[in-house]
């Protein structure tokens, strides 16, 4: 699938189509693309009116429709087509357990890589460095346990400047700016995989649960250093416990990390850009039964937000 993904983010728009030419205007002008080289349209605005000859034509053309409510899909507007194309789903239902293993493994090594690289950045000289390093290169069941164990103790007293810091969803401190920072990338990387047609009910490791999308749990491990750095440029500018909520303010600036500029392959991308390719590769994995595509995030440039 070699189409564009378009998302639409400006806060009014009108959406249509007119030969066969897919027009988003706003008060600063209209721009267009041909209609046939579109894969699927990712709706986050929050004023946006959407004309019926689109929702035809992006029928008639196999182009999928993601609506989003605060960035998360709430609504996915398939093709007749689309929707009874079950080669994709087959392949994710079953693929065998060994390639689960080998995309898993892929998954693992590029987060605590990214976590570790984030570390050098933030505390080059901490003493608990070096045993990040050897469990973050080091291959075993316990690799990402123990990388997340002598991670947070190096971002806590570094960044948190505290030496009890504790992740966890009911944690106090920073963890309710990390959680909602890690909500937003859980919604873009939802949106990429149903733009590219990939179930996320169907995970390579995270655990299924009513409701719940694994396949996006897995896919999101590796940019989750990427909010941690956006988290921490908050914390520098704000360094009292006082300011650490969620507010209107921090909802609006933390969002900004998907437009960040990261390395992935030969390419400088945006965020949102990089999630897209790795999806892709995922998804190219899945059709071919192979690890092989699959390219999750590593990176080994990216400035994480400035220097330390």
């Known amino acids: 699938m070699s189409f564009h993904i378009i998302s639409i983010d400006a806060p009014e728009c009108s959406l249509s189509c007119k030969d066969g030419q897919f027009l988003c205007s706003t008060s600063e002008g209209a721009n267009r693309i041909p209609l046939e ?9 929050f004023s946006a009116s959407i004309h019926s000859n689109l929702l035809l034509e992006a029928a008639k053309q196999g182009v999928a429709l993601v609506l989003c409510e605060a960035f998360k899909p709430a609504s996915l507007m398939l093709p007749a087509n689309r929707a009874t194309d079950t080669l994709l789903t087959r392949s994710q239902a079953y693929l ?5 293993k080998r995309l898993w493994q892929k998954t693992v090594d590029a987060k605590c ?10 505390a080059p000289d901490h003493p608990d460095l070096p045993r990040l390093e050897k469990a ?12 997340a164990r002598w991670y947070w103790k190096i971002f806590g007293e570094r960044i948190a400047e505290t030496d009890d810091f504790r992740r966890g969803r009911t944690e106090g401190g920073i963890n309710p700016l990390l959680n909602y920072g890690y909500a937003i990338l859980l919604s873009t990387i939802l949106q990429k995989l149903f733009a590219l047609g990939l179930d996320p009910t169907f995970g390579i490791f995270h655990a299924i649960r009513e409701k719940s999308t694994p396949l996006a749990y897995d896919l999101m491990e590796p940019f989750r250093p990427c909010v941690d750095a956006r988290v921490a440029q908050w914390i520098r500018q704000f360094p009292e416990e006082k300011d650490w909520l969620v507010t209107k303010e921090f909802r609006r600036w933390i969002t900004g990390f998907t437009l960040e500029s990261v390395d992935y392959l030969d390419l400088t991308l945006d965020l949102r850009g990089c999630m897209e390719g790795v999806v892709r590769s995922f998804r190219q994995a899945i059709l071919s039964e192979q690890s092989g595509p699959y390219k999750p995030w590593k990176t080994s440039t990216t400035k994480w937000g400035g220097s330390w």
């Open 96 to 100: 065998k357990s060994a390639i689960t």
């Open 37 to 45: 080289d579109v894969a699927a349209i990712i709706i986050t605005s």
């Open 136 to 147: 973050a290169t080091r291959v075993s069941t316990a690799q990402e346990a123990d990388t």
């Open 113 to 122: 890589s990214n976590q570790l690289h984030f570390m050098r950045s933030v």
